[in-house]
């Protein structure tokens, strides 16, 4: 690579994973979060992040404007790396009066599966769960080159950003790939797993076969297999953010202690239907989308979306 554009990639970390918000973070809130929607409004701000997104998400909603529709993508991008700093700076009676919370999570010390998505912007909700006292793993894929920033100083805003997960009350994560004795050894200790299945199946694991968007879609069952067989109880959450005021929005679902594995994975994928229903363009995986939607609709197209 040329040096201009190792120069150029740096650069952009530096503004975007560290000076930008940090400067916003400091700030009174809707001064910041107004800074952050007008950002939004630079189409060559997350070029790279957005145009992908943009380009499959557009042919599973049909009706939606491109650009609300990128802006709202945006938006959410330069919102995360900002909640990495709000999380330490702000104490818990500012993120008390920021938080809309719909529904009450398990009890203190109860080992359960907390199942969330790739969508909206959740870093802060480790703080809630270390609130009401629940000691929680994070199920991750090891990250790799270009997943928070396009240089190399993405790495330590990476180094950063665990270190603050750990500080506001995560346990740490548990990577993919071999990681089921420690899940079962997390929850034998009284620990909770949270993770995201929205994600493409892997070769010959186990899916379940759901309508999302009025479309087929296929997602990976094992976690909520193994929480089965724990015995463990499920709960469904997915962190929002309104874009108009920059206030979050925190929903919870709580399943039957009795739930088998379809009755988990049906209501998981109406979570998620909801949620791209209601701000399609907050979803982060829709890069990846056409290795989870079939192309076969079941139903009619989704409603026009904002």
């Known amino acids: 690579m040329k040096l201009s554009n190792r120069v150029r990639r740096a650069a952009a970390d530096l503004l975007f994973l560290f000076v930008l918000p940090g400067l916003v973070a400091l700030l009174p809130w809707p001064l910041g979060f107004a800074l952050l929607k007008r950002c939004a409004r630079v189409d060559l701000l997350h070029r790279s992040s957005v145009a992908p997104a943009w380009s499959v998400a557009r042919r599973y909603l049909p009706e939606a404007d491109e650009t609300a529709w990128k802006r709202r993508h945006r938006l959410l991008r330069l919102v ?129 076969r759901a309508s999302v968007l009025g479309r087929p879609v296929r997602l990976p069952s094992g976690l909520a297999e193994l929480a089965v067989r724990s015995g463990v109880p499920v709960v469904i959450f997915s962190c929002g953010l309104d874009p108009d005021t920059g206030m979050r929005s925190l929903r919870i679902e709580t399943l039957p202690a009795d739930a088998d594995v379809a009755q988990i994975m049906s209501r998981y994928a109406a979570h998620l239907d909801r949620c791209l229903r209601e701000q399609p363009a907050y979803w982060q995986m829709w890069s990846a989308a056409d290795a989870m939607f079939d192309s076969t609709p079941l139903q009619a197209s989704p409603p026009a979306v904002r």
Request: proline share 8%.
């Open 80 to 208: 995360e790396p900002v909640d990495s700093y709000l999380t330490l700076l702000r104490n818990r009676t500012w993120w008390r009066r920021r938080i809309v919370c719909d529904g009450t999570w398990p009890a203190a010390g109860t080992p359960a599966l907390l199942l969330t998505f790739h969508w909206g912007a959740g870093h802060w909700v480790w703080s809630q769960l270390r609130l009401h006292g629940i000691d929680a793993h994070f199920l991750a894929r090891r990250p790799g080159p270009g997943d928070l920033g396009v240089g190399r100083l993405s790495v330590l805003y990476g180094r950063f950003r665990g270190w603050a997960l750990r500080r506001i009350g995560s346990a740490g994560p548990l990577f993919l790939g071999g990681s089921v004795p420690q899940i079962e050894a997390a929850f034998a200790e009284g620990r909770s797993i949270v993770g995201m299945l929205d994600l493409p199946p892997r070769p010959e694991r186990s899916t379940f």
